[in-house]
């Protein structure tokens, strides 16, 4: 009875600690408040850097601006998180987007987060977020009203989250600027992070581990 009690410790514990591994799971996306990089201000627009087409001058990020303009932000202008977020600005021209692609399990779930805003707290501006092409959904944030001032240095930030599941063993997540052509609302993304998914059936297995360690306990005290 003991062995067969001091098992069921052991698979309960493997099974916790495969939950606990998965459910604090580690941030699949580098650099995902855009801190790292070769930062060099504009000497027009104070406090910003604009980045061409393909640029990977942002660490581990793959910037995509055919036509209009991209915005790695910095101080004044403040940031979900650290010192810097990127500005998507299409100017009403081909959609701008930045994008990074990282391993995956296929069939395992993902959970995307990250953090959204519309440049100078105007609005609504929208941003498209995708997995290898395909529309996860948008995050519409901005309250429509803009802020006098220069620099936003009070930049209202909202965080959303999108689930995916894996069909491949790269995943590539893109943020693309899809605020309706003829507003010139610009989404600003920070704090990105993407995490593997809790799988049910490693809290099933834990779950029936307890029972396994009470139903063994209730018939050892009877048994005495």
Request: glycine share 12%; proline share 4%.
């Amino acid at each position: 009875m003991k062995k067969t009690i001091k098992l069921a410790l052991i698979t309960l514990a493997i099974s916790a600690q495969s939950f606990n591994a998965s459910a604090n799971g580690i941030n699949l996306i580098q650099n995902g408040s855009f801190e790292s990089g070769s930062f060099s201000q504009n000497s027009i627009y104070p406090g910003r850097m604009q980045l061409g087409n393909g640029s990977t001058v942002i660490n581990n990020w793959v910037v995509g601006a055919p036509a209009g303009n991209f915005w790695w932000m910095s101080s004044p202008n403040n940031a979900a998180e650290g010192v810097y977020s990127a500005n998507l600005d299409s100017n009403g021209q081909t959609p701008t987007y930045i994008e990074q692609s990282f391993a995956t399990t296929v069939g395992s779930q993902y959970l995307i987060t990250a953090t959204f805003a519309s440049e100078g707290n105007g609005g609504p501006a929208v941003t498209g977020v995708s997995i290898n092409g395909s529309l996860l959904g948008t995050a519409t944030v901005g309250a429509g009203v803009g802020e006098a001032g220069t620099f936003w240095s009070d930049l209202v930030w909202t965080t959303q989250s999108f689930s995916f599941t894996a069909s491949a063993s790269t995943s590539t997540l893109r943020f693309q600027d899809a605020t309706p052509f003829g507003q010139f609302y610009n989404p600003l993304v920070d704090n990105v992070s993407v995490v593997q998914a809790v799988p049910e059936q490693t809290s099933t297995l834990a779950l029936a581990g307890m029972s396994l360690i009470g139903g063994l306990l209730v018939r050892r005290k009877i048994a005495k």
